[in-house]
């Protein structure tokens, strides 16, 4: 709840005196009648600018600091300041005795390659662990949602199929009914057809095989022998123009005469066309091996007596030789032993067999990356990873070599930035060694205040607000860039909130660890309605205030903005020039009033 002005309460009363538009009246002396309605000052709500500030305080401290070690082990030859001391950027803060530096830097620079190849492939193979057990969640998510779709498609298809079943089972029951009565008159004519067939089936199957016996094979094996035949004389005809080759080749090797040259040319050609010979008589002989002709069987003839038809004739048409009616094979037979209706689901039955093998398979690559995901992580943690920055950094210095050394020990410190020296323990003359903490510098370019905000500011505040710091006499522009997002308990076990203020532009009348006040600007806004603060309430139900309406003091809710010390924003239930009460006093709600506008300063005065 916000913080109200005192109020000044309104008498009511035969003596009360009673503040008017023309000046100060004692109450009866106009009127003595008894039904006189009391006048209460109301304000008028105006359009304004608000503008809220949070006031906090804090402490001054620097956001960069460096601690600076000795690279050698030396002496201390100058230090040029002392704790507290303001200190300029470049400026040569301690410069070491040299006479004295010795190293032997070959083994450490042997030690410093070892080390740093151990750290580039513990973090090559860490980065790499790291980054499949990244892709292998990431991919855990992919095939999660793939397998959730690729069911859903399954279940699908199986619908599918089932409904298909179910449709097809349908028509078959109907179907059977219709047929149950046909098939009964039909099964003597099927029967006699079905023997007529068969007899002639049995007739061509004998005639083929006769055929095929006393013909096809013979005729067959006899070419097959004659490719064999010749496919021999050829392989002979290459084994003798590779012997007269080899011949030829001796003497060539014996004497490389042009006549022995030609000759070893001819028989080379020679035999070379001899196996070529050979090479295509093997190859027909082979093609003619793969070729044997099927030896009929009575399934071939049974099958293609799918050609007829069968069926119920009256004997009115003939049109084959031997005078049988060929009408007779007019019916469809097709499921017409049972009357069933077979559905023809062989489309999505393959296309759920494909969905289920797709399926599996992105279960089996689920299985494999969730095992991968959830496995140990093998790369480094946060520790092991500053551990081998600390080994490289003790490598590095272990790999100093002694004019290296040297050269570190004659260059000195020198301050890297603006700033303060915070923290010093040593003096000139001091023997330090290599690695010793030796001073630290705060920097002032980069400084902030760390402020503590009531647990209520943390809807008010937010990060990039702009700031003005109080530091002494001098103040500064800031910008709000850290927020914490918890309430902690203070010294009085209040809770608070604290955040950190950066000063803008810092100078050298800067002081690290002094408190400095800052006014933070939440919040603004223009040209809306506003009332003073005094004349709003708050209540366990939200904000409100009291107007007159049709004469009676009447409680209106309202809705607020932000506010300022002076003036709240009202966003909903009083709008611009409307009466507001500015103290209720003893009235009460309901009561018949007159409003008189509450007077300024300068009419108080008069």
């Known amino acids: 709840m916000k913080k109200k002005k005192s109020k000044k309460k309104i008498i009511i009363g035969a003596a009360a005196v009673l503040v008017v538009a023309g000046g100060v009246t ?3 002396q106009r009127n003595s009648t008894e039904n006189q309605i009391p006048q209460v000052q109301v304000v008028i709500a105006e359009k304004g600018d608000v503008e809220e500030i949070v006031d906090a305080t804090g402490t001054v401290g620097s956001e960069e600091e460096k601690t600076y070690y000795s690279p050698v082990n030396a002496e201390l030859k100058t230090v040029s300041f002392d704790q507290g001391d303001v200190v300029k950027k470049g400026t040569k803060l301690i410069e070491f005795n040299t006479e004295d530096l010795e190293k032997d830097n070959r083994k450490a620079e042997l030690n410093l390659k070892s080390t740093k190849y151990d750290t580039k492939d513990t973090r090559n193979k860490s980065d790499k662990a790291e980054k499949k057990q990244k892709d292998a969640k990431k991919n855990v998510q992919e095939l999660e949602k793939k397998i959730k779709d690729k069911k859903a498609y399954v279940s699908s298809l199986k619908a599918q199929i089932s409904a298909a079943q179910r449709e097809a089972a349908a028509q078959a029951s109907a179907q059977a009914a219709a047929q149950a009565q046909a098939q009964q ?23 083929a095989l006769y055929t095929y016996k006393t013909e096809t094979l013979p005729q067959y094996q006899q070419q097959l022998s004659d490719l064999n035949v010749q496919y021999n004389q050829a392989q002979s005809d290459y084994n003798q123009a590779d012997t007269t080759y080899q011949m030829a080749f001796a003497t060539w090797q014996a004497d490389p005469s042009d006549e022995n040259t030609q000759a070893l040319d001819n028989a080379e050609a020679a035999r070379t066309q001899a196996q070529l ?13 793969q070729q044997t002709p099927k030896m009929p069987v009575l399934s071939d003839f049974t099958e293609s007596s799918a050609d007829y038809s069968w069926g119920i004739s009256d004997g009115s048409d003939a049109d084959d030789s031997d005078g049988e009616d060929s009408s007779s094979y007019g019916y469809d037979y097709s499921g017409s032993d049972s009357g069933t209706v077979t559905a023809d689901t062989s489309a999505l039955e393959s296309a759920l067999e494909t969905a289920s093998d797709e399926l599996a398979e992105l ?24 551990k081998l920055k600390v080994t490289d950094n003790l490598s590095e210095l272990d790999a100093k070599s002694a004019e290296e050394l040297v050269k570190e020990g004659k260059k000195g410190i020198t301050a890297e930035f603006n700033g303060i020296i915070s923290k010093a323990d040593i003096k000139q003359g001091a023997a330090v060694t290599q690695g010793m903490e030796l001073f630290t510098i705060e920097n002032t370019d980069k400084a902030s205040v760390d402020v503590t905000l009531s647990k209520y500011d943390y809807n008010t505040v937010k990060e990039g607000q702009s700031v003005e710091i109080t530091l002494g006499d001098n103040t500064y522009q800031g910008t709000v860039t850290k927020m ?74 309202i809705t607020t903005g932000i506010s300022s010390e002076d003036y709240v924003e009202i966003t909903d239930g009083i709008k611009e020039g409307e009466e507001v009460i500015a103290d209720l006093g003893d009235y009460t709600e309901g009561m018949e009033v007159q409003a008189v506008p509450e007077q300024t300063g300068e009419d108080a005065n008069e």
Do not use: W
């Open 26 to 28: 004692v109450a009866g």
């Open 363 to 386: 279960q089996s690559d689920l299985a494999s990356e969730k095992a991968i995901a959830e496995a140990d992580s093998t790369s480094l943690t946060k520790e092991e990873k500053e």
């Open 277 to 289: 010979a050979m090479q295509q008589a093997q190859q027909t002989y082979n093609d003619l091996k």
């Open 185 to 207: 008159q039909e099964a003597q004519a099927k029967a006699q057809a079905e023997a007529k067939k068969q007899e002639e089936i049995q007739s061509k199957y004998q005639a």
């Open 484 to 557: 914490s997002h918890i309430a902690v308990q203070n010294e009085k076990g209040t809770p608070v909130i604290s955040a950190t203020v950066s000063i803008d532009d810092p100078d050298e009348d800067i002081f690290l660890g002094v408190d400095a006040k800052v006014k933070i600007y939440a919040a603004s806004a223009k040209n809306v309605v506003t009332l003073p603060v005094e004349v709003v309430n708050i209540g366990k139900e939200g904000s409100f205030c009291y107007v007159i309406e049709d004469g009676l003091v009447t409680k209106r809710n």
